[in-house]
């Protein structure tokens, strides 16, 4: 169903969309590459990785694979001699899969224009998480090079690439109480874990509060229009796929080709829907 369904249907819209692309040339210039302009819409690159991580599956299905390699295997059989390499890969792209799935689903957000406008907020205020998390990566990587200069013996912080790890579960709150007791007997390393705690904990976490605080305010009051302006989008995208007939009844059954009475005689438009106050 899902290789079908889903596979079908999207390889199909990205065909569709490269040959609409092409014969209008409809193209913008990465560098020396040429893009097709559908795909500066981050929705449209989602639903092609989501197109590429299905075709890996469908490539790497286990089932397929203990199939072939056993007729007498029992239906829809995963695990066989076969597939034992390709479920760790397969479980990988699956979850990808899965992510990219929910994502697209923001798209419902249309729904309410305050839920819209809160994704839309939350995009716009990802620079400022994508900054955060440069510092810390700057913080971590010197105190980890700053570290492993220091004379210590913790197993814990032998190592750039180990002290780094080490300094994000410090920041992420996710190192061991057990290990911090352990610095106890490296007061320099204690000491230097302290500086490391006070610079990203205290000061670049606080500093992202405020300016997610700061980032939000100024752009929330926009951002309402920008909700609507993007449920039109949709609205107008969708109305190319509905069937003349469907329309049709739906026209007949509202009467929105009646104009609407603003008052008793006042004669106004056509396409609304009349209602009247208690």
Not at 4 to 11: K, P, Q, R, T
Not at 35 to 64: C, S, T
Request: glycine content about 8%; hydrophobic content about 50%; charged content about 15%.
């Amino acid at each position: 169903f899902i290789y079908i369904c889903s596979l079908g249907h999207g390889l199909g819209h990205h065909i569709k969309m490269l040959v609409r692309n092409s014969r209008n040339g409809d193209f913008r210039r990465i560098g020396c590459f040429k893009v097709p302009r559908y795909l500066f819409n981050w929705q449209e690159v989602a639903r092609l990785f989501l197109v590429v991580f299905l075709a890996m599956m469908l490539i790497l299905e286990p089932i397929l694979h203990c199939m072939a390699a056993d007729k007498n295997a029992a239906l829809f059989e995963e695990r066989c001699d076969a597939s034992e390499n390709l479920i760790l890969p397969y479980s990988v792209m699956s979850t990808a899969s899965m992510l990219l799935y929910f994502l697209l689903l923001t798209d419902l957000s249309v729904i309410s224009t305050r839920v819209s406008a809160y994704v839309l907020v939350c995009g716009k205020v990802l620079e400022e998480v994508g900054l955060f998390l440069v510092g810390l990566t700057f913080f971590a990587f010197a105190f980890a090079c700053a570290i492993c200069s220091l004379e210590q013996v913790s197993e814990d912080f032998q190592g750039i690439p180990v002290s780094g790890l080490n300094l994000y579960k410090i920041a992420f709150a996710m190192f061991s109480g057990s290990s911090f007791d352990l610095l106890d007997d490296n007061p320099a390393l204690l000491f230097g874990i302290v500086v490391y705690v006070i610079t990203v904990v205290v000061f670049l976490t606080n500093l992202l509060i405020a300016q997610l605080s700061c980032a939000y305010q100024a752009c929330y009051t926009d951002m309402l229009g920008f909700a609507r302006l993007s449920r039109g989008r949709i609205v107008a995208e969708t109305m190319i796929s509905v069937p003349k007939a469907r329309w049709g009844r739906v026209v007949e059954f509202f009467r929105l080709d009646e104009r609407v009475e603003f008052g008793e005689g006042d004669i106004g438009l056509a396409g609304g829907v009349q209602l009247f106050e208690p």
